[in-house]
């Protein structure tokens, strides 16, 4: 059942409880009133006679005629017969008993072998008694009347209100319908267009709004999720040609090794090959091993990291073991980043290696470190023979050139591995052409601490 045919007949029936509650306190009302006053006209014609049970007969019939009530009058004697004084209109047919009278001495009460009247007794001497009764009928056949008429009248406002409710909440619940029907296209995976319009209330226009916001961040998810499955897939195809290549030369190698044929200067050549891939594959694997770490470094519990100290430290031991190499630096102290420790240092050592196995033993380096208020910028440039397109950034496996092989030992996911540790950190690394020939790696981290003294070398 639709939510528009729930919510009508919730009204309905709501709107003929509310009425039938009200007719019905309305009838009870009404019957108590005329069950009161028929037993305040019973009780003064019984009133007018209790101080003188001699004149008692006369005193009641005076009262009964004298304000026109419609009321028996009934004398009982002492051997149960009954004398009909007064005799109006839905009089007694049954005689009452001197039980009845027993019983209705003190109060006005309505006894089974009378029913349809209301009776009270008067002592009006010599053993005799007054019984006054007064009929009911009339009281029911209009309590049953106006029963009627408050159905009657529930239902036609049940009816009406059925009408002004759907007049009322016809845009409402049209637009409700919309908004359901296109939620249920969208978990079922059809197709869909724009979040249909709601022309209703402010809470359907939030619930529009809300309906927006939940559909495009799922078809944001649902294309990223796509977008990350090709990219899986790429990853998966490349890793599997990488290693594929060392570990058919070692399969090579090891065949003619074991064929016993091979002269000892082949034996000592295929030994060398087979542990220069064997270096290429574990350095594959470590590497593989850090890009799937970095995809859960938000997971991961980080620390204050004095980014200047341990580039300076890197800068040191850099120019001890290359002393061929100009090198200059110049890095501004105190500058600090929110990180794992050990992922910056693999983003500065990846880009010293990255200098060494790409260009000349005496290609000059530079390294500069400044920062402002927000963040650090961190470049590190050589004289090699650069890039051959800049700008883009690096996708795993992806080698620029013939001098960026395999040969030269590089994996293809050095220049990757330094883009996501940048990002994991909140920031970004772009390539660009250096003054000094070559290629210039920037790096724009986000700081937890900055300083503004500087250091040269």
């Known amino acids: 059942m639709r939510i528009a045919t729930r919510l009508t007949l919730l009204f309905v029936l709501l709107t ?15 019957s108590r009133a005329q069950y009161a006053t028929l037993d305040s006209s019973i009780n003064s014609v019984v009133d007018s006679g209790l101080r003188n049970p001699n004149t008692a007969l006369n005193n009641a019939l005076y009262v009964v005629q004298r304000d026109g009530y419609s009321l028996t009058l009934d004398v009982i004697d002492p051997s149960g017969g009954v004398t009909q004084v007064n005799t109006p209109t839905g009089a007694l047919r049954r005689h009452p008993t001197i039980a009845n009278v027993k019983a209705s001495l003190t109060r006005v009460v309505g006894v089974d072998n009378l029913p349809g009247f209301q009776i009270r007794s008067l002592n009006v001497g010599g053993g005799d008694y007054l019984v006054v009764a007064g009929s009911t009928s009339g009281m029911k056949k209009q309590d049953q009347h106006l029963a009627l008429l408050v159905a009657s009248a529930a239902v036609v406002i049940a009816l009406l209100g059925l009408v002004l409710a759907r007049e009322v909440m ?23 267009g724009p979040v249909p319009a709601s022309e209703g209330s402010r809470d359907l226009k939030e619930l529009r709004e809300a309906l927006v916001i939940m559909v495009t961040a799922l078809q944001e998810r649902i294309a990223l999720e796509a977008q990350n499955a090709n990219a899986m897939q790429q990853f998966i195809d490349d890793a599997s040609h990488e290693l594929r290549t060392p570990l058919t030369v070692v399969k090579g190698y090891n065949e003619l090794l074991a064929s016993g044929h091979a002269s000892l200067e082949q034996q000592a050549r295929a ?23 970095l995809r859960e470094a938000p997971h991961h519990e980080k620390q204050l990291v004095d980014l200047s100290e341990l580039l300076k430290t890197r800068v040191r031991e850099f120019a001890l073991d290359h002393p061929e190499r100009a ?34 033993s005496d290609a000059p380096l530079r390294v500069t470190l400044d920062g402002t208020p927000h963040e650090a910028s961190l470049v590190i440039e050589d004289g090699g023979a650069g890039l051959p397109f800049y700008g883009v950034r690096p ?23 330094m883009a996501d540790v940048a990002e994991s950190l909140g920031g970004t690394m772009t390539t660009a052409p250096s003054s000094l020939g070559g290629l210039a790696l920037r790096f724009v981290l986000p700081l937890a601490v900055s300083g503004r003294s500087s250091s040269g070398g």
């Open 16 to 30: 003929l409880l509310v009425s039938f509650t009200v007719g019905w306190f309305a009838v009870a009302m009404s």
């Open 170 to 192: 016809r845009r409402d619940l049209r637009s409700m319908e919309r908004l359901i029907d296109y939620a249920g296209d969208v978990a079922g995976g059809d197709e869909t």
């Open 271 to 293: 030994v060398s090959r087979m542990r220069s891939e064997v270096e290429r594959m574990e350095e594959l694997v470590r590497d593989l091993l850090l890009l799937a770490e």
């Open 327 to 360: 090198l200059t630096s110049v890095i501004e102290g105190g500058i600090t980043v929110r990180a794992r420790g050990d992922f910056v240092d693999r983003l500065v050592s990846n880009a010293f290696n990255n200098v060494l196995r790409h260009t000349k």
């Open 395 to 417: 996708q795993r496996f992806q080698r620029f050139d013939d001098s960026r092989s395999r040969e030269t030992g590089g994996s293809g996911l050095g220049m990757s591995i």
